[in-house]
C-alpha cells in the first residue's frame, strides 16, 4: 500500500516539482490549496478551501507523511506581519494538523542561514517555525535549507531574486569550502531530496542544506 502524503504550497516553485516526482514514484498525493491549481497529473487528488478548513481536510485524509512548500516573501505579503501569517503560523497550523491527524514524519522547506539570532526578520521567522515543528513532536522532521533557488516556472515576479539568478553561475564558482552552502540551489533538486525523503526512515531530527540536499537528490 502506497503512503498517503498531503502537501500545503504544491503550487509554489519546489512543490510543484515534489508533487509530480511524489506521483510519479506511486505515492498517494493529496494538496491542500487555496486556489485551484491548474493541469495536475493524473492521480493527484486537491482539496481547495480557506485555510481555516485544512485542519478539518487533513483530520480526514489520515496523512502518512505532511509536506509543506508553503512560503512568500515580505514584498509578496504586503507586511511583515502578513508574511509571518503564511512562514510561521501557517505552516505551523497545518504541521499541527497533520500532527493530529496520525502524520508522524514532517517535511519543510525553509532557508539557509535561518537562525534565530539573525539580523534578518525573514531568516529569524524561518528559524522561529523551524523551532515550532520541533515542539510538535513528529518521530521524524526533514527541514530543507536550500539557498537562492534557480530552475523551474516561477508564478510570480521578484526583480532582486531574478538579478540573484542571472549572477548565480558567476557567484557559485566563488563559493569554496564551506561557503558551498550558500552557493545556488536548483529547485529541482530539492524536489528530488523531498520525494526520496518521503519514504519510510529512521526517526529523528534533520536539517538539509546544499550538500545533504545534493546527496539525497542523486
Known sequence: MSRKIVIAGGSG????????????????????????????????????????DWPAIVARLKPDVAISGLGTTIRTAG???????????????????????????????????????????????????????????FQRLDIMRPSLLTGGQRDDRRPGEALGILLAPLVDMLMFGPMQTFASTPSAKVAKAIANLAKPAEDGVFVHENESINALAG
Open 79 to 137: 507586511s511583515r506581519d502578513a508574511f509571518r501569517a503564511v512562514d510561521h503560523a501557517l505552516v505551523l497550523a497545518f504541521a499541527q494538523a497533520s500532527h493530529d491527524a496520525g502524520a508522524q514524519h514532517f517535511i519543510t522547506i525553509s532557508s539557509v542561514g535561518a537562525m534565530p539570532a539573525s539580523s534578518s526578520f525573514y531568516l529569524r521567522t524561518k528559524a522561529e517555525m523551524e523551532q515550532g515543528l520541533r515542539n510538535i513532536g
Open 13 to 52: 516553485l519546489v512543490g510543484k516539482q515534489a508533487v509530480d516526482m511524489l506521483a510519479r514514484a506511486g505515492f498517494a498525493v493529496h494538496l491542500v490549496s487555496r486556489r485551484p491549481s491548474h493541469a495536475l497529473a493524473p492521480g493527484i487528488e486537491e482539496h481547495v478551501a480557506p485555510t481555516a
